[in-house]
């Protein structure tokens, strides 16, 4: 099953896309931390992506949409995939189709402007493997250490108040209209987004199967 996760910057669709995958099998991809692991070895797709990155901004479509070709075309990614943050315009989404990838479902984690605004300053980033936790609805069993690795967690640069509002706007400007474009296709599925990370799972894994 291919699926993609959409949903504002913070809604959760990372998060969700590690318990899914976890549960399905398949790996979640997420453009997000290959873009960040890029920016840390200085690639050449890297150094384009750096500054959009900082400034809460989409790094342009034909860098990252290299990138993603790239990993789909990876041997674990034959029998199924997450998408997590990607696409995120719709020329991004027509790039899919143009690749031939059957796309199953669209999950969109749906949460209000106001509840993002107010968790973000409690996420926390992986240096290591990309993890993600927050400080409160999701905190490392050792403070400021991954459970899963054991390297630094830290808090992203660009979940500072300034850029999580410019990363709202971009949302809303250009990754929104693929609600409705995946909407005609009859893909879209919507969950509500909850406090508590494991109701939301509850509800992603009851939409994956239809129920
Ligand atoms: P979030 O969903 O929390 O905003 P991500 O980790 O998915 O965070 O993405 C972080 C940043 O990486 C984005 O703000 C953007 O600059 C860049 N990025 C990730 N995926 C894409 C994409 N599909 N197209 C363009 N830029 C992207
Ligand atoms: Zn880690």
Request: with cysteine; glycine share 10%.
């Amino acid at each position: 099953m291919n699926m993609i996760f959409l949903g504002a910057p913070g809604a959760g669709k990372g998060t969700q896309a590690e318990v899914v995958c976890k549960e399905l099998n398949i790996p979640a991809i997420s453009t997000g931390n290959m873009l960040r692991e890029a920016v840390k070895n200085s690639t050449e797709a890297g150094l384009k992506a750096k500054s959009y990155m900082d400034a809460g901004e989409l790094v342009p479509d034909e860098v990252v949409i290299g990138i993603l070709k790239d990993r789909i075309a990876q041997p674990d990614a034959q029998n199924g995939f997450i998408l997590d943050g990607f696409p995120r315009t719709v020329q991004q989404a027509e790039a899919l189709e143009s690749m031939g990838v059957e796309i199953d479902k669209v999950i969109e984690i749906d949460v209000p402007d106001d509840a993002i605004i107010a968790r973000m300053s409690g996420r926390r980033v992986c240096e290591g493997c990309g993890n993600s936790y927050h400080i409160e609805y999701k905190p490392t069993k050792v403070e400021g250490i991954c459970d899963a690795c054991g390297a630094k967690v830290v808090q992203r640069i660009d979940d500072k108040p300034e850029t999580v509002l410019a990363r709202l706007k971009t949302y809303h400007e250009k990754t929104a209209p693929l609600k409705d474009y995946y909407e005609k296709r009859g893909k879209l599925v919507t969950v509500k987004g909850q406090n508590e990370i494991s109701e939301t799972s509850r509800l992603t894994l009851a939409a994956i199967k239809g129920e």
